[in-house]
Structures are given as C-alpha cells and as structure tokens.
C-alpha cells in the first residue's frame, strides 16, 4: 500500500485537491484491498443494474465514518468506516446503499453542478469534490470547484426521500445478489443518535446521508421479511477479512496489529497482517520470512508478490524487489497499479529505459494516477527528453488541482515537442483546461 503517493477522484477521473496546501483528501490504492472490495461489490453492484466490470471501490485516506459517490463509476468508503465495520455483510449493505444512489439518478439531479465539475475535471484538473464529500474544508472545497458553499453542500448532500428511496433499493439489490439485508440495519444501529449531536460533531456519513427514525423503522420492517433466508457466505468473508486486515495492518500501530493479528479467523490474512507488522516495526527479517511462508502456499497470488516487492523495496533490496514485482505483473499484467510499481521499482533501482514502458503501459490502464505521471516525467528526464519530461509534469500538476504549476510546465512542453505531436497536443490540451480554471476562480 502507497500511502505517501495519493491521488483521489473528481467527477469521472482520478483526481486530488488541495485549493490551499494546509489540507487534502486522498485515496489509499492498494492492488490487493482494492480486488478485495470488487469482489464483494460485483455481486451487489450486478443485482443494481450497474456495469460492474467498469465500477471501483476506492478507499479515502480519512479515520471518519464515510461513503459517498460522485459519479457513475466510483464507491468511495472512508478507511474509518471500513474499520469500523464487522461483517461482509455490513460493507456489502453499505456499497448497496451508495449503488442506489446511482442507479436511481440521485446525482443526475445536480445537472448543474455535476456540468462544472465535469467541464473542469475534463483533463483531470482536481475539483476537491472528494474532498467536500469526506468533510473536507467546504470553503477550500468551493474554491476548486468554481462553486458556492451552498452549492458545492448540494452537490454531495441527499434529501431524506433519497435516502428512503436509496434504503429500498438497497436491499433489493442485496436479496438479490443472496446477501443478508441485515446488515443495513446494523450500520444504521453504527450511527445511531447522529441527528442528534451538533453538525460539527456528527460523523460525515450522517452530514450527507440523513438519518431519521422513521427511515431506521422503515428498514427494520423491510428487513424482517428476509430474516433467516439468508446463510453467511465464506468466500465474502474471506475477501472482507483481507481488504479490513490489510488496511488495519497499514492504517493501525503494528503493536496493536500483532495482538490482533488472527482475529478474522484466516490463517493468510493473519501471516499478511504479521508480515506487514514486523516491516513497519523494523523487523525486516520476519517479515520476509512470513512472506516466504505465504507465497509458497499461493504461489499464483500476484497480490502476495506485490506486497513482497513493496517489503523489499523499502529495504532497498532492489534486484529480489525487482523479481517479486516482475512475479506480480506475469500474473496480473492489467492491474495498472501492480504494473507501475513495478516501473516504479526499475526506476529507483537505477534503470529508467526499463521502467518507461511498464509506466506508459501503467499510464493507458489507469490515465490518472499521479504516482505514474511522476515516474514518467521522472523516467522521461532520466533520458534526456525534456519535452516529454515537462508534459508529464504538467499533467501530474493538473491532476493534483494546481493549474498554474500546469500552465508553466505546459508552456515549457508546447514549446519543446514538435508541433502537432501528441505531446504537442496534449501540452495544448492542458494549457487550455488550467488556463480555463485559473480564470474561472478569478471570477468568484
């Protein structure tokens, strides 16, 4: 898991705001937390009506209770709310929930809104909208977005009858992927008493998804139904004791880790908690040993081979990282996140001719990422193209909501590439979106 490299989404792309550098909200991209989570969305996300092989769960870098949706093809949770909850069937209710407001149009309700975020969003120029949406600053998040406060609370806050439709249809999607509804109640129970502290000391799920009595009856009622029909499913258990271990092990202390280590009843999740543990503690030979352990049990495990290079990375083991990435990206070689670690890694080790085609083809999978876009910039600079090295950079600058650091470096780009190129264009493309968004804060 990089957690020092974020990045976040606005509108349909990628994205991270900071309007002024005192704070950000971030995604946490891991491979394997992130697999984790489609494989329990894919079966609720299918009974929605949604296209789930185009759909991500992605988790916000923030300890507060929190889901929300921005767009049609992305499920935000809060690593808080992920902690905080106990069964798969709990985070399944939740990614439901979130489904319905897609599915039944909730945010197609914002037109106006969602038109500024997309018209600004159109190069991956950040918006902040996650930010907003995690209980971010809402004047900073204003700011990003061209918008008013009351607008930009709008934008992500839904009316008490969205979330009475929402409830609903949660639990149809959830009966009819065989999981138990229960579950939304249970979460429910989680923020329970919410409407009635202050607004400053409510949890941010409650700011944006209102809670009501007769909403919480309502689900009660509807639950009661299907109460017994459902049986617990192993393999969903499975998938949320990985995606909660992994991010505990990275997001808790490793002390607490190690006591807590075979809690989910995994005896891999517990060996992957452990390994994680003992890295961040210092303990870099049993680390690698519980590695060992566990990729001679799942040798075909890319997720396992990833973390392993990531533990041998950062022990500056560079060739066995190198051969651990190389492992991972044979057995997933269209996870975008898996394959630009691994040009990541050829770049630190001293080799940036190896790495540009693993981070080019890491950028055409997934062409938001900043974490890439800096490689590549870096890799282009290594080899002596300027040009190139100051269009990635210019896009890196858009994707992280600081236009006027784009402007620069797309100037220095339009002027080095050769004229109708697709650097070139691409330069032309981002100096016109940051010089657009300059212009559109200096009219608020």
Known sequence: MQRSLKSTLAACLMVALTASHAWAVSLLRDPDIEQSLKQLATPVLN????????????????????????????????????????????LQSVIAHEAAHIANGHLARRPANARAAQSLAAFGLALAAAAGAAGGSEAGAAIGIGMQSAAQRSFFSHTRAEEASADQSAIRYLTRAGVDPAGSVEVMDIFAGQDLLSAGRQDPYARSHPLSRDRLRAMQAATSAYQGQFASNPTANYWFARAKGKLGAFYRAPKWTLRRAGDSGHKDVAQMRKAIAWHRSGKGSDALKTMASLIAAAPNDPYLHELHGQILLEQRQYNAALSAYSKAVALAPRNALIVGQYGHALLVSGNPKAALPHLERS?????????????????????????????????????????????????????????????????????????SAINSRRKK
Do not use: C
């Not at 093809?73 to 798969?88: M, Q, R, S, V």
């Not at 992280?400 to 784009?406: H, I, Q, V, Y």
């Open 47 to 90: 009974a929605a009506g949604l296209p789930a092989g185009r759909m991500s769960v992605l988790v916000v870098d923030d300890s507060s209770l929190n889901a929300f949706v921005i767009d049609r093809e992305h499920i935000f949770i809060h690593a808080g709310l992920l902690l905080k909850l106990e069964t798969a069937e709990q």
């Open 363 to 435: 950028a055409n999978i997934e062409q938001r990422d900043a974490r890439v876009l800096r490689d590549l910039g870096g890799a282009y600079a290594q080899l002596g193209n300027a040009g190139m090295a100051s269009l990635l950079t210019a896009e890196r600058y858009a994707l992280l909501g600081r236009p006027k650091d784009a402007t620069i470096h797309a100037k220095r780009a339009f002027d080095l590439l050769k004229r109708g190129s697709p650097g070139w264009q691409r330069a032309q493309d981002v100096l016109f979106a940051s010089e």
